[in-house]
């Protein structure tokens, strides 16, 4: 019998430990789906681009062929499909990534099961922009704040981290 939610997650680590992102998503994950293990990375598409006016080396011209995608989550749980990027600073960004995610969930084999369903893009934040907000609300993009413990920490080491040298 499948799980009743379905977690696929994408996360990062630098020197062994989840950077910020991948921790956020994390302690959001686990806190409203207590206990649903994520099943690890999900690729949606593949894309392919190419280059014009330019001659490619083949081995450059192969790799624009077949382009990974990978949204921080995708949850599938009973009376919500999500889709899911993951920011600790409200940035614009996120909501164009999370849209392009979702419209890329319905070219995704591994996904085709859910191809009827619809998923809702979602933007998670740390920190609360109103107006971040107002526009990904305005693009029918879901958004979820939550503010883990570790914010004073991260605001002082790595998004206003001390600028040393000359000016």
Same mark, same amino acid.
């Given at each position: 019998?499948?799980? *009743?939610?379905?977690? $696929? ?5 630098? %020197? %062994?430990?989840? @950077? ?19 099943? #690890? ?5 593949? *894309?392919?681009?190419? @280059?014009? #006016? @330019? ?14 995608? $990978? ?7 009973? #009376? ?15 909501? %164009? ?24 893009? @979602?933007?998670?934040?740390? !920190? ?9 609300? %305005?693009?029918?993009?879901?958004? !979820?704040? $939550? ?17 040393? #040298?000359?000016?």
């Amino acid at each position: 019998m499948p799980p *009743t939610t379905i977690i $696929y997650t994408d996360p990062r680590y630098r %020197g %062994g430990k989840l @950077v910020n992102e991948s921790a956020l998503l994390d302690e959001w994950l686990s806190r409203r789906y207590p206990a649903v293990p994520s099943l #690890g990375r999900i690729r949606l598409g593949p *894309t392919s681009a190419t @280059v014009r #006016g @330019v001659t490619l080396p083949p081995n450059l011209a192969s790799m624009l062929q077949v382009l990974n995608w $990978y949204p921080d989550a995708i949850v599938i749980a009973p #009376g919500e499909q999500l889709v899911i990027e993951a920011k600790v600073t409200a940035k614009p960004a996120a909501i %164009g990534e999370v849209l392009f995610y979702q419209h890329l969930i319905y070219r995704t084999a591994a996904l085709t099961p859910y191809i009827q369903t619809v998923f809702q893009p @979602v933007v998670l934040f740390a !920190e609360d922009d109103p107006d971040v907000a107002a526009f990904a609300r %305005g693009l029918g993009v879901r958004v !979820e704040i $939550y503010t883990p413990a570790w914010i004073v920490s991260y605001m002082q080491t790595v998004q206003y981290k001390p600028r040393t #040298g000359v000016v």
